[in-house]
């Protein structure tokens, strides 16, 4: 009997590695398809020929194109959560941490070019969570503005930036990194990512530091003094 049990174990086992495994390529190959194509154009069809599964095994593991899409956006956006999170929960300054954050945030992106474009596909403003279209993104947008939003307040009592509205100033630093991001895209990811990831955060310090501040700012973020 517990030789029967065992071998039950190890073929449900299995079966659960085998479905993951099914799960990683529909994922990897519908990133690719939707910043092909973007979200309507896309066929279920063409993502189980991607990811080199048969339209039944896909079924067997996704219920339909929707459910894939939040299940893209799902894994990804956890991925930058959890980082967020280590950035966030250091021994680090507020200046510190929005540095940090945003190098995170953007070097992740670059990496994950399908999905990057994938988003950018659907000309929707990062900034404005009302035009998002799964759950997921929602959250995620939410969590990061409101992460942005926290430090900026923080940079502000410390004095490292000047007094705004710390909502207006999240929205338009991730507007600011869609649009960096667009353009890297649109020249086919020629340009070095570090130095786009640079010329985002002297971008960043120079629009929100106080002036008395900013060379201490670029010096913490390796960019130097101000010229």
């Not at 956890?78 to 929960?89: D, I």
């Not at 900013?214 to 010096?219: E, T, Y």
């Amino acid at each position: 009997m517990p030789t029967a049990i065992a071998h039950e174990k190890r073929q449900k086992s299995l079966k659960d590695k085998k479905r993951e495994l099914y799960r990683e390529a529909v994922l990897d190959a519908a990133e690719r398809v939707f910043g092909e194509e973007g979200y309507e154009a896309t066929k279920v069809q063409r993502i189980a020929a991607e990811s080199g599964l048969s339209l039944t095994t896909l079924y067997s593991v996704f219920e339909s194109k929707w459910e894939i899409y939040r299940a893209v956006h799902r894994r990804r956006l956890n991925e930058v959560m959890l980082l967020a999170q280590e950035v966030v929960t250091r021994e680090a300054s507020p200046l510190e941490t929005l540095i940090d954050g945003t190098r995170m945030q953007l070097r992740f992106f670059m990496d994950r070019r399908d999905y990057t474009k994938m988003q950018l596909k659907e000309v929707t403003a990062w900034s404005t969570i009302e035009l998002l279209r799964s759950p997921e993104q929602v959250e995620g947008l939410g969590m990061g503005l409101a992460q942005f939003a926290s430090l900026f307040r923080q940079g502000i009592e410390a004095g490292d930036f000047v007094d705004e509205d710390p909502e207006l100033m999240a929205r338009m630093v991730i507007a600011c990194q869609q649009v960096r991001l667009a353009m890297w895209m649109d020249g086919d990811c020629k340009d070095d990512p570090e130095r786009v990831v640079d010329a985002a955060l002297r971008h960043l310090l120079r629009s929100y530091c106080k002036p008395e501040r900013l060379s201490v700012a670029l010096a913490a973020a390796g960019l130097g003094a101000e010229a």
